[in-house]
């Protein structure tokens, strides 16, 4: 009966394995909020529409603060449509971020934004600007969208 149980949440756990990772992208960005700032982490479609997106992710951001190297969290959602608009937020613990701009098929993004300042030190604030390329780990991803021609 173990052997089976364990057979059982084997193939629920594979099955589970390949629908989260269908939906899942790997992201690695340029921003620039006040300073240059690398990012890398990944993205999860939580819809399965083609029309719309609503994009939910984590990433760590890399810059440097005083001559020192930073490693920061950071947790963003997107809303994209078919049009190739682009609207979200992002909270890093020095800053939250709302942002607009435009996507192309979920591929990559070109965003700007404002930094809203959250932490006592003002390392982020000000106008944003960022470019974003989303990589599918999986052939034929339903994270992104289909190119609508006419």
Same mark, same amino acid.
């Given at each position: 009966?173990?052997?089976?149980?364990?057979?059982?949440?084997?193939?629920?756990?594979?099955?589970?394995?390949?629908?989260?990772?269908?939906?899942?992208?790997?992201?690695?960005?340029? @921003?620039?909020?006040? @300073?240059?700032?690398?990012?890398?982490?990944?993205?999860?479609?939580?819809?399965?529409? @083609?029309?719309?997106?609503?994009?939910?992710?984590?990433?760590?951001?890399?810059?440097?603060?005083?001559?020192?190297?930073?490693?920061?969290?950071?947790?963003? *959602?997107?809303?994209?449509?078919?049009?190739?608009?682009?609207?979200?937020?992002?909270?890093?613990?020095?800053?939250?971020?709302? @942002?607009?701009?435009?996507?192309?098929?979920?591929?990559?993004?070109?965003?700007?934004?404002?930094?809203?300042?959250?932490?006592?030190?003002?390392?982020?604030?000000?106008?944003?600007?960022?470019?974003?390329?989303? *990589?599918?780990?999986?052939?034929?991803?339903?994270?992104?969208?289909?190119?609508?021609?006419?």
């Amino acid at each position: 009966m173990k052997l089976y149980s364990f057979l059982l949440l084997c193939l629920l756990a594979t099955t589970a394995h390949a629908q989260i990772l269908d939906k899942t992208a790997l992201n690695i960005a340029y @921003r620039y909020t006040g @300073r240059n700032i690398i990012q890398g982490g990944l993205e999860f479609k939580t819809n399965t529409a @083609r029309e719309q997106s609503l994009i939910v992710g984590a990433s760590m951001l890399y810059t440097s603060i005083k001559h020192k190297d930073k490693f920061l969290p950071e947790a963003n *959602i997107y809303y994209t449509n078919i049009k190739g608009r682009l609207m979200g937020v992002s909270v890093n613990p020095y800053s939250i971020e709302p @942002r607009i701009g435009f996507s192309f098929i979920n591929t990559f993004y070109i965003n700007t934004g404002y930094a809203i300042p959250i932490h006592r030190d003002k390392f982020f604030k000000g106008i944003t600007f960022g470019l974003q390329f989303n *990589i599918a780990p999986v052939k034929n991803s339903k994270f992104y969208d289909y190119l609508k021609w006419m």
